[in-house]
């Protein structure tokens, strides 16, 4: 019943029509305007060609199709949030590069990962670049939007961040120190700050600014996107343990050999029995060169044996019911709008799709 519950409130054109033509019309402008901040210069070889290259695999472009969304259904005209959406998308890029090496992942889009192509210290200086970059898109804000709404956007961008941080090093920390003894709650804490700020969270709450400033109050769009945010994250992380390989883009059990605590293996440590547990406690106290494929796969069939996977499904239904309650109170009062369909339909698309 949970599984089906929300497929009865949005009507499925939304998820899987109008949600990829929105992400595939505000990505484009998106991709175009950050060409802007992208542009080739020298050293091409060294630097300029590494910052374009995550940006022309591709991508979803949910955060600054939600930030575009937003401000329409408030409304505002596209290019009131475009230089602030660029700046989400180059900042998510820029951490994208960070993550893949402080994770050791191998592959990111359906290719090798910046570092595994260049080498870390490369990979290091592209990240910093990029993250740098994002902040010329929101100074040129101050000609587009006016010097103190700008100013706005930059201190809610400065949070995002710092958010953003605390997240990622929450998760180092716990790998690096091999705890395992969580509940959900820590996971979804966890997530609030990695995931949901930047992804969800941060771009609805910006495009409301810009579009209607002091008479929406922000604080709702931190409920929303952190149910929005959560139940995308779960996905992603069953995707890894469930996906096409070819259409998931990245490599398939790669959070077991990177040791992420995901729900499913904080379910997995909570049900299993205590050898299971010793078992689990030893192969990540290895570095992850050191994990062989035989004990992920062993990892991975003790999770299908506790149904971690199943559990973790019905959560993340869970906090898509919880999306929609939040999606109608800030949504329902605006006028009809194809944007805000857009994001009514998201709500039900992060758990549908089949790629991250």
């Not at 210069?41 to 940006?55: F, H, K, N, T, V």
């Not at 890894?240 to 259409?247: A, H």
């Not at 205590?274 to 494929?293: G, Y």
């Not at 329902?332 to 039900?348: C, E, H, Q, W, Y």
């Amino acid at each position: 019943m949970i599984a089906n519950a929300y497929r009865t409130q949005v009507p499925q054109t939304l998820t899987s029509t109008l949600v990829p033509q929105m992400l595939a019309e505000y990505g484009a402008l998106t991709r175009a305007a950050m060409k802007h901040y992208l542009s080739a210069g020298e050293p091409r070889r060294y630097l300029y060609d590494l910052l374009a290259d995550y940006p022309e695999r591709g991508g979803k472009m949910m955060r600054p199709s939600l930030c575009i969304a937003t401000a329409r259904a408030f409304g505002a005209p596209v290019e009131a949030a475009l230089s602030t959406a660029v700046a989400i998308e180059i900042l998510h890029n820029a951490l994208l590069i960070h993550d893949d090496i402080q994770d050791e992942s191998e592959q990111r889009r359906g290719r090798p990962t910046l570092h595994v192509l260049h080498g870390i210290p490369l990979a290091i200086n592209a990240g910093d670049t990029m993250t740098l970059m994002s902040l010329h898109p929101l100074m040129d804000n101050r000609s587009i939007i006016g010097e103190a709404l700008a100013a706005r956007v930059l201190e809610e961008t400065e949070r995002t961040a710092l958010q953003s941080a605390e997240g990622q090093a929450i998760e180092i920390g716990w790998r690096r120190d091999n705890l395992f003894d969580f509940d959900d709650t820590d996971y979804l804490e966890l997530v609030l700050k990695k995931t949901c700020w930047l992804a969800t969270i941060h771009p609805g709450r910006v495009g409301a600014l810009i579009a209607a400033q002091d008479t929406v109050d922000l604080e709702p769009f931190v409920r929303f996107g952190f149910f929005l945010g959560a139940a995308f994250q779960i996905q992603d992380d069953l995707l890894n343990l469930i996906g096409d390989e070819e259409t998931y883009g990245k490599e398939l059990d790669g959070d077991i050999f990177e040791g992420k605590r995901t729900l499913m293996l904080i379910r997995l440590f909570r049900e299993s029995n205590s050898a299971e547990r010793a078992q689990i406690r030893d192969l990540f106290a290895l570095p992850r060169n050191r994990r062989t494929l035989e004990q992920v796969r062993h990892v991975r069939a003790l999770m299908d044996k506790y149904d971690c996977i199943n559990y973790a499904r019905a959560i993340a239904h869970g906090l898509v019911g919880a999306a929609q309650h939040e999606y109608s109170l800030l949504y329902d009062g605006l006028p009809a709008s194809r944007d805000k369909d857009f994001i009514r339909g998201l709500v039900t698309w992060v758990i549908e799709r089949t790629s991250t």
